[in-house]
Every structure is written in structure tokens, then in C-alpha cells.
């Protein structure tokens, strides 16, 4: 099982205040869990989700280009 955060255990894992937390909370824009006795926490995918480091299940394509020239073309 995946570990819980505390706010405030969460707040110092980020570098964030509480008090900002408890405003991102407000405002939707990264929402916390809800105790039955209405606690915020946090799951550790939340904790990757905001690193960066959240798993996506899309395949990325990556285009490369290059161009082979030869001795008789011009400098570009």
C-alpha cells in the first residue's frame, strides 16, 4: 500500500507552506483527500504527480530530422 501524507507532512516533502496547500486546496488546483472527520491528506501519487516523476501510460513518439548533404551542395 502506497503511503498517506498529513498536510503538514506533505507541506514540508514539497517545500511548501501549509497555508499554500490549504489555498491550492481551495481554489481546485491540486485537491486533497478527505478524512471522514473532513482531515486533508495526500497520496504519494499526488507526491509524484506534483515532482513530475507521475507514471504516464502514453507512448511517446520522437521525430528526429537530420540532413545528409554531400560535397557539391551550397552552404545553406
Same mark, same amino acid.
Given at each position: 500500500? @502506497?503511503?498517506? +501524507? %498529513?498536510?503538514?507532512?506533505?507541506? =514540508?516533502?514539497? &517545500? $511548501?507552506? /501549509?497555508? !499554500?496547500?490549504? =489555498?491550492?486546496? $481551495?481554489? *481546485?488546483?491540486?485537491?486533497?483527500? %478527505?478524512?471522514? !472527520? &473532513? %482531515? $486533508? #491528506?495526500? !497520496?504519494? &501519487?499526488? +507526491?509524484?504527480? +506534483?515532482? *513530475?516523476?507521475?507514471?504516464?501510460? !502514453?507512448? @511517446? =513518439?520522437?521525430? /528526429? #530530422? +537530420? $540532413? /545528409?548533404?554531400?560535397?557539391?551542395?551550397?552552404?545553406?
Amino acid at each position: 500500500m @502506497k503511503p498517506t +501524507y %498529513r498536510l503538514n507532512e506533505f507541506a =514540508k516533502l514539497i &517545500n $511548501r507552506s /501549509v497555508k !499554500t496547500l490549504q =489555498k491550492l486546496d $481551495r481554489l *481546485g488546483k491540486f485537491k486533497a483527500h %478527505r478524512t471522514a !472527520t &473532513n %482531515r $486533508r #491528506y495526500y !497520496t504519494h &501519487n499526488q +507526491y509524484l504527480e +506534483y515532482m *513530475g516523476i507521475a507514471k504516464n501510460n !502514453t507512448k @511517446k =513518439k520522437f521525430i /528526429v #530530422y +537530420y $540532413r /545528409v548533404s554531400s560535397a557539391s551542395q551550397k552552404n545553406d
